[in-house]
Every structure is written in structure tokens, then in C-alpha cells.
């Protein structure tokens, strides 16, 4: 499962993509912060993605997971776009393995490739006006 | 031949428009569409630096040869999760 979508992401997304010979599932959720890293006071981020690149980047992410986790892991990633306020769930990244190990691995290497590659941006909005367009950093 | 633009981010800003038709000579290349824009638009050559384009849907270099119906996108440096 690979989508770009509008709506909120709800925790429940990914309820029932565990299959019989997955014994760990890894769910990852970016959520939006109130502060900006420099300590700003951030109201929402504004999301806007090339959904059909973002799409394929997100596929191919999922098939290097396999290539370096092994075979039987499977990756799914969401990310919103538009408005995401405060204390909503910005991207979402499930890694189901038959064991925790290359599920934790799985999910890692694919939301910090996401966060390096995918074609995403995000614009911070402040509460005191104005807003940035804020590229993926080493701390992000 | 006509090639379509999409631009993202403070590109999309920039160009004031999320996509345009651009006008080109045959065996025009990336770097040629991203100059005919800049023309009009000062404000873009500051970016040029830190922008890839990807012609439908893959990325390349501005060397990249266009052809008529091609999808050049304009993409800042990119910043998801």
C-alpha cells in the first residue's frame, strides 16, 4: 500500500495487512510538532507532493527494504498532504517481518528514505504569521 | 513543440502557477525550459542551484533532451515526514 491521500490518517490504516507468517508489525507515525526546530511556535504545515513520483518512490523504498531485510518483509507508507494541524499524523510507515528484527529495520530505513527522497515538501506555519518551506534535515 | 511544466513548493510560488505549457524548439533540453522561465521570472535563478527536474516522473540532468507532450518537473529540495 503506497498512497498519497488528503484525509487524515487514522491509527487503524493498516488493521489487518499483518498476514499468518508476519510475527512482528513496526508502525511508525511522523506527527506535526507545535515547535518549529528553532523553537517558533508552529500552527500546522501545509503538505504538497508529485503524487505519481511519490508513489513510485514509496515502491521502490518498500522493494529495497526486502533487497536488504529479507524477502518476506513488506512495507507500506502514507503520507498526507494539504493542511496537517498540531498532534495530526503527517506520514504513516507499517514494516511487517516474520520477526521484530528486520521489522524494526524495515521501518527505519524506509521513513528516513522517504523523509530523503520522496518528492514532499511541507511549508511551516507560524503563530505569529509567515511560514517556510522546510527541506528534510539530518534531525528531522 | 509544446512540453507541460509542473512546479512544486517555492517553485510552484514562483512560477505563481502549479503548471504551464511551454513553447520550445525541437531538441530543446531541460536547462533550455528552466532559462526560458528564469527570463521572465528573476526570482528563479537564485533557485537553480538546489533544483532537479525529472522528466515524466524520473529524475535526470538539465542536459536531458525534451520531446513534444514531455512532463518537466521542477523540484525543490524535498522535505516529506
Known sequence: ?140 | MQIRVVAFARLRELLEVPELRLELRGGASANDAWTLLARERPALAAERRSTRVALNGRIVSFDASLAEGDELALLPPVGGG
Open chain 1, 1 to 140: 500500500m503506497y498512497r498519497i491521500v488528503g484525509d487524515p490518517i487514522q491509527p487503524s490504516e493498516f488493521e489487518g495487512i499483518a498476514r499468518g507468517s508476519d510475527g512482528a508489525v513496526v508502525t511508525f507515525f511522523g506527527i506535526v510538532r507545535d515547535r518549529a526546530d528553532d523553537g517558533r511556535p508552529v500552527t500546522s504545515l501545509w503538505y504538497e507532493a508529485y503524487e505519481s513520483m511519490a508513489v513510485a518512490e514509496f515502491a521502490a523504498i518498500a522493494d529495497e527494504a526486502r533487497l536488504r531485510f529479507g524477502d518476506s518483509v513488506r512495507v507500506a507508507v502514507v503520507h498526507r498532504v494539504g493542511e496537517v494541524n498540531v498532534g495530526e499524523i503527517s506520514v504513516a510507515v507499517f514494516a511487517a517481518a516474520p520477526h521484530r528484527a528486520a521489522a524494526f529495520d524495515a521501518c527505519r530505513y524506509a521513513i528516513d528514505q522517504v523523509k530523503l527522497r520522496a518528492p514532499i515538501w511541507k511549508k511551516e506555519s507560524y503563530a505569529d504569521g509567515g511560514g517556510v518551506w522546510r527541506a528534510t534535515s539530518a534531525v528531522d
